[in-house]
Structure formats: structure tokens, C-alpha cells
């Protein structure tokens, strides 16, 4: 009776969807019917009707990187016929479709279902099958994740011929051993080997403070599995971090107070905050968070950090509000830089690639490859990115599949780099997932690409399933230990289900298909707000979820949104090449000869003693941990040393000397794990530190570091009224007041709406903070 407007929602932040009781909100941020299943559609005829498309709502087919027209019923490709299939399925009139002659056809369905959900059925004349399993013609059919038919961008590999031979490997083994005190959102190995955990303030958690109120950091002893409290002044809910080149952690960005809550944590949205353990010895074990009050130029929750090689912290992206990033003027897509010490520059740079990408640019993955250059990846997008004169040397193919990155993050590294190869980086990102909902398909792709190639394309292999959520973990030996997550949802509260519970090792050496191996099973579900993280003794930390607003403790099956509860269990994943008479026999009784090492080719011995059956291979494993949160493990990355010396085949006491790389590219600074690793089992490794090149120390900054406001972005100094109401994460918009949490007014800088103009605004200014 009366027109009823269209409702626009939030695609990403279920918080802010806005939909009626029972509508689905599009990827495009539209309001739409419930998805009830594809239209019955006749496919018997040999040529069908060219204004036919979609045989699903276009709900379920729409992406954030195409416009809406697309998902209409104009067909963006012409029919082609086909040679004679395999027809499967029933046509609207529910008679049999027809079936060819063909001995060795493909399958294909006449009810418009189609792709690895469906038996790995091909669509009819060429149609394209959607990354959901709908046959059509539009480019949400044909786009990204496209399965089958005339793919626009490329196909995932078939299920059936593609699969991984996933073979069993013995010896994975989980065991809890403790409790984390605070539900562990991120974490870090600190250089005296204890784990840092940090979380958002909450209203329970295992340990207090002297204050009385609850603690939301702790610092964790592996060898002891005891637990102290840590207190920091500023909120650091999904914030980001990075070692610096004096070994500090340095950890950023955040959220809004809560101080209805606990009135002695502040806005963390620019916080900055440092903690510092020594490499030699524990007296400042157990000191608290230290924050001298300097900010970013910026609000960024969910930033990215990495550390480069003049000891300069780049920090990348992250919003501005917390609040829907469907809204340009509620996201932050630019980057800042922190100098050697920690103190911020001031200016905010758009990164294109990041606007671009909008709203699935928060929490990109980033590597900082042999030149010195940054491999940045948002959403399916990726490029080579030039910080010293600001700009993108190279954009690279988009990655078939769906999203990649927050709020549907997959996990990427940068596999172990070599001196054979002269450090030849080569990045891998497997997972992610569709959209932000609790029913989203998660994706069962990975790809792999060299940067530096001369056509770089990515090579795209098939996971054991789709997961998302999920860690990669480096490992001494090479391998990379996949870990965590889940098969269906997203990121958020209460919007995943299905864990997966199996450890995975990922052997990049081995032929396509022949790489992947299960290696134990957890009893402990790690949804949102999981971490794993590599240990000295070559074990891995496994911990958190915490997939609800604020602390759960039982769960309650029955509503999906309470039915995983916060985790504090603390578990030690041993690898198989630990397992039994390996860890028994492995390396012992290292001994380096200076644990400050320079990335100018210095020499420097290893002694050792092997024990049992020896071969003939020895590596000398580099490893950079760096910060893990949300499935980001920033910074992360591994080298195998040059050596030599090593006697093979001989048992007792070793000594070798090696070769550091000579450049901070290769080797940028700040403390590493260091191992020797003797027929791929690890020693028990030990921290040291890796000094920046000579020439960043003797040349200064061309510019101070300070807090100046930035000019770059226009109307920063208007500022802008916070709404009220609740952020994605349920935290009250800009400051507060008492335990009520009425919003007052706050002043936010402006999201980038035309980053062309503001990016060439700031390349003047951001050359000089980058010393070359």
C-alpha cells in the first residue's frame, strides 16, 4: 500500500547492519529479501533464453569491488555452446534433463547449481559458476571467486583434480598447560622468552591489579606456566604492534574507553605504548606498560605495523571511529611512520591501494621484500609499494577467490628466504571468506607469487578446506603450521561456527598437491581473538578466542552468539619434528659466540652437540616473530643462513661459522630466534639482536619527529559530531562520562574521499620523514 524506501546496511559490521527482522544485507550494503535457496530454472532447451541470468538472489552474489547494476539480469558474457555433457539435476517441471552420449562429459546441473558444493558440477553453455554455487552470467557470477565457466579473473583450481593429498603426519600433539589471565587478542615473545598477551578492557578477567581493577595484559612464563598482570594506560582493543630496533615492543592504535567500565583506561584510539624485557636477564620481568603520552597523528583501530630496515616503524591503515566502514569518512586508508625510537611524524599519506580497497582494508598484510620495498595486499589486491618516494612501483593480478583480509582474514607469510636464491621472496596468503555473516563459506584457495618475477602471477592450490581466522605459523625447519580458525563466518562477535580443530603443516618445497599434512588435533576451539605464536623450544603457543562482546565463561549452544565462550586455556602444539626419539636426539647445548649480530655479512660460530642418527643437512634458522593478532603474525619472517664447518654424518660436538646477509632489507632490525635445525629437527633456540646497517645510524632524520597536526588531510581542524550509540565492538563513539557512558562530542579526522588530490599533497612531506 504505501512505497517502503530501500534500506541501505552495513556489509561488514553485523552492529550496524540496519535490515528489517529477516532481510539480508548485500555485500553492496542493500537491504534484501532472505536467501531461500537457487530459482528452479528450465535448462533442457539447447539454447537458453539470453535475458535469463542469476538463478540465485543477487544478494548472494554481490561484492563490495563491483557496482550494484551488475548483479541486474543483463548478462555481461554470451552464451557459448558447449560440446556434449553429462546433464544433471531436474528442470523447472521437474522431468529429467537430458544426458549426453559422452562417455567422459563433464557433469553438468540444469537447476543452476553448480561447483564444489555440488559435486563439482559445470553450468551449461559456459555459464559461470559463482563462488556460492549459482550458475549466471553477471559479473558477480564471472568475477572474483568464479569456479567454472568464463571466469573473468581467473578460475580456482577444480575440486576434484586439484585436491591436496592431505596425508597424516605422526607426532602432532596439543596439550594445555595453563591459563593466559586475560583472553589473549594479541601476543608476543619477548627477548627474556616470555609471552605478552594484550586484550580489551573487559569486565572479567582473571587477574587484577593493585587498582582493584581487572587486569587486560599479562606476562606469561613457558617454562613455568606462570601468569603476572600488566597494567597500560589506554585501550588497546585490536590495535597493532612491532618490535623496534632496540628491542622495545611497540604496539599501537586501539579503541575507544570504557569508563563506565573501569574509569583508568583511557581512549586508545592514538595510544602508543612501549614494554621492554631484557635479552640478558629479568629484572624488568613483570613492569607494566610504559605510555609517555605521545600519539599518533591519527585513529587507527585495526592498523598494520612493520618495522624497516632503518629501524622506522610504518604504520598502515586502520579506522578512524570504529564505526561503519561503509561510511569513507569513518576510515582511516592512509599510513604514518613512527621514527627509530618510537616518536611520530605527524603526517597521515593516503595509500591507494587501501582506498581502493575500502571497506576491506584494515589489517592488510604487509612483507618487506630484499629491496627495501613493501608487498602490501588488501582485499585480492596487491602491490609493490615504494615508502622512501611514496608511491606503487607495480600492482599485481588480483587473487582469485574471496576476501583476504579483515573482517574475512585468511592468513599470508613470506616463505623462508635463502642465500642460494640471493633472498628470493616469495609470499603466500591462504583463506578468507565471503562476507560478514555467520552462514559466509570460507575459502579453500591459496595463492603464491614472486614479487620480483617478470610477469608476477599468483599460483593458486587447494587447502584441505575452506578456513578462515586461521594462523600461519613459520617453523624452524621450513614448514609453515596453519592453525586455528573455523569453516563458516567471519570475524566478529557471535558470526562463527564449525571450528576446526586439526593442526595443518604446510611444506612449500614439496610438488603441488603433496604439501599439505594434518599433524594433530585440539580439543579447544580458537575462533575470533585466537593467537599462536612459536616458542624457543621450537613448540607453539596456542591460545584465545574470545569470540563475544564482553567475557563468556559457559556456553549456551542454543543461541549461536553464545556458543563458543571465552578461552583462557593455554596449549603447546609440539610438532612432529619433536615428536618421540626427534626430541629426545635434537640439537642441544647451543652456544653463539655474540648475540648482537649486523646485517653487513659478519662472521660469527655456533656451537652445538647432535646426538643419535645424523644425515647430512644443517640449517641455520633466523626467525622474526614480530606481533600476531587476528591471524596477522606482522612482521614475521625466516632465513636460512649461509655456513660452513659442519661435519655430516658425525655425532658429539659441532662448530660452525656463519654469515649474516648484508642488508637490513634482508634482515631488518631487532631481536630473533635463532636455531640450529640438524635433518629438520630444531635445537632449543635462543634470542639476539640484529643492529641496523651503519649508514641509518650516522645519518639522522631530515625532519623531528613530532606531534604536529597534519595538514595533508583537508578539514582535519572542522572535526565532526560522534554518534551515539555503540561501535561495531560495542564500546561507546568518542569520550565519556562516568559510568553511564553518555557520547559527548569529540573532534575525528575526515576519511579520504579523493585520495588522488591528498596523496600528491603529502608527497613532499612524507619523502623527508624517510631516511634513505
Not at 265 to 278: A, D, S, T, Y
Request: aromatic content about 8%; some cysteine; overall charge neutral.
Amino acid at each position: 500500500m504505501f512505497g517502503v524506501p530501500e534500506l541501505h546496511c552495513d556489509p561488514i559490521l553485523p552492529a550496524f547492519q540496519g535490515c528489517l527482522r529477516g532481510q539480508h544485507c548485500s555485500r553492496h550494503g542493500f537491504c534484501e529479501p532472505p536467501i531461500r535457496g537457487p530459482v528452479p530454472v528450465n535448462r533442457t532447451e539447447e539454447i537458453p533464453d539470453k535475458n535469463v541470468s542469476s538463478r540465485a538472489p543477487a544478494s548472494t552474489e554481490s561484492s563490495t569491488a563491483v557496482p550494484t547494476a551488475s548483479t541486474d539480469d543483463k548478462p555481461i558474457l554470451p552464451y557459448i555452446d558447449s560440446d556434449k555433457v553429462t546433464v544433471l539435476g531436474s528442470n523447472s517441471n521437474g522431468t529429467q534433463g537430458k544426458v549426453s552420449t559422452s562417455k567422459f562429459g563433464p557433469l553438468i546441473r540444469v537447476d543452476g547449481l553448480c561447483g564444489a558444493s555440488h559435486d563439482g558440477a559445470l553450468c551449461p553453455h559456459d555459464e559461470c559458476c559463482s563462488p556460492y554455487g549459482y550458475c549466471g552470467t553477471t559479473l558477480s557470477h564471472c568475477g572474483a571467486g568464479c569456479q567454472s565457466g568464463a571466469c573473468k579473473f581467473g578460475k580456482r583450481p577444480d575440486e576434484k583434480t586439484h585436491a591436496p593429498k592431505v596425508r597424516k603426519k605422526k607426532g602432532g600433539e596439543f596439550k594445555v598447560v595453563g591459563e593466559s589471565g586475560v583472553p589473549a587478542m594479541h601476543a608476543a615473545l619477548m627477548p627474556n622468552g616470555r609471552v605478552v598477551f594484550l586484550d580489551k578492557i573487559e569486565d572479567y578477567t582473571q587477574l587484577k591489579l593493585d587498582s582493584g581493577y581487572y587486569a587486560y595484559s599479562s606476562e606469561y612464563d613457558p617454562k613455568t606456566n606462570e601468569v603476572v598482570p600488566l597494567a597500560y594506560k589506554t585501550n588497546s582493543f585490536c590495535a597493532g604492534g612491532s618490535f623496534m630496533a632496540d628491542g622495545r615492543l611497540v604496539v599501537v592504535g586501539g579503541n575507544a574507553d570504557l569508563l563506565w567500565i573501569d574509569p583508568t583506561v583511557g581512549n586508545g584510539f592514538k595510544g602508543i605504548r612501549f614494554l621492554q624485557r631484557e635479552l640478558d636477564g629479568h629484572s624488568l620481568d613483570g613492569q607494566d606498560w610504559d605510555e609517555p603520552g605521545q600519539q599518533l597523528d591519527s585513529e587507527r583501530w585495526y592498523p598494520t605495523l612493520q618495522i624497516l630496515p632503518n629501524g622506522h616503524i610504518i604504520v598502515v591503515a586502520g579506522s578512524l571511529t570504529g564505526l561503519d566502514p561503509g561510511e569513507p569518512k569513518n576510515n582511516n586508508p592512509t599510513y604514518e611512520m613512527l621514527n627509530a625510537e618510537g616518536k611520530p611524524y605527524g603526517t597521515s599519506v593516503a595509500m591507494p591501494i587501501l582506498v581502493e580497497n575500502q571497506p576491506y582494508y584494515m589489517y592488510p598484510f604487509i612483507h618487506l621484500l630484499r629491496d627495501g620495498n613493501l608487498f602490501v595486499f588488501a582485499a585480492r589486491s596487491s602491490e609493490l609499494f615504494d615508502v622512501r618516494s611514496n608511491k606503487t612501483l607495480k600492482k599485481y593480478p588480483d587473487l582469485v577467490g574471496d576476501y583476504r583480509i579483515y573482517p574475512n582474514t585468511g592468513s599470508s607469510a613470506m616463505l623462508p628466504l635463502t642465500p642460494e636464491n640471493n633472498w628470493e621472496p616469495e609470499v603466500i596468503v591462504c583463506g578468507g571468506g565471503s562476507y560478514v555473516d555467520i552462514s559466509s563459506p570460507t575459502e579453500n584457495t591459496c595463492g603464491r607469487i614472486k614479487p620480483f618475477d617478470e610477469d608476477p602471477k599468483w599460483d593458486v592450490e587447494l587447502m584441505p578446506q575452506g578456513r578462515t581466522m586461521v594462523d600461519s605459523q613459520l617453523l624452524p625447519d621450513g614448514s609453515i603450521l596453519w592453525i586455528n580458525g573455523c569453516n563458516k563466518g567471519a570475524q566478529g562477535f557471535g558470526i562463527a561456527k564449525d571450528p576446526i580443530y586439526d593442526a595443518w603443516i604446510y611444506d612449500p618445497n614439496k610438488p603441488v598437491r603433496e604439501r599439505w599434512y594434518e599433524a594433530g588435533t585440539s580439543e579447544v576451539p580458537r575462533l575470533y581473538h585466537s593467537v599462536a605464536l612459536l616458542l624457543l623450544d621450537g613448540t607453539v603457543m596456542v591460545t584465545g578466542s574470545n569470540p563475544v562482546e564482553m567475557p563468556v565463561l559457559t556456553p549456551n549452544p542454543d543461541v549461536p552468539a553464545l556458543a563458543y565462550v571465552t578461552e583462557f586455556r593455554v596449549e603447546i602444539y609440539t610438532p612432529p619434528y619433536l615428536a618421540g626419539k626427534k626430541g629426545r636426539d635434537r640439537p642441544s647445548k647451543m652456544e653463539v659466540s655474540t648475540k648482537h649480530l649486523k646485517p653487513d655479512g659478519m662472521k660469527f660460530k655456533i656451537h652445538f652437540v647432535t646426538h643419535g642418527h645424523i644425515r647430512n643437512e644443517l640449517k641455520v634458522a633466523l626467525y622474526y616473530g614480530g606481533f600476531v593478532t587476528h591471524s596477522l603474525h606482522m612482521g614475521s619472517r625466516l632465513l636460512f643462513l649461509e655456513h660452513e664447518g659442519f661435519e655430516s654424518g658425525s655425532l658429539g660436538k659441532h662448530e660452525v661459522t656463519v654469515k649474516m646477509p648484508t642488508s637490513g632489507n634482508v634482515v631488518p632490525p631487532g631481536p630473533y630466534q635463532l636455531y640450529v635445525v640438524v635433518d629438520g629437527v630444531p635445537s632449543v633456540g635462543q634470542f639476539v639482536m640484529v643492529d641496523m646497517e651503519e649508514k641509518y645510524k650516522e645519518d639522522p632524520p631530515k625532519k623531528k619527529p613530532s606531534d604536529d597536526v597534519d595538514e595533508t588531510i583537508p578539514d582535519n581542524k572542522k572535526g565532526r559530531k560522534w554518534k551515539k550509540g555503540k561501535n561495531s565492538k560495542g564500546s561507546k563513539g568518542g569520550k565519556k562520562k562516568g559510568k553511564k557512558g553518555k557520547a559527548t562530542t569529540g573532534e575525528v579526522k575526515q576519511g579520504i574521499s579523493n585520495p588522488k588530490l591528498e596523496f600528491a599533497k603529502a608527497q613532499e612531506t612524507v619523502t623527508a620523514h624517510y631516511v634513505n
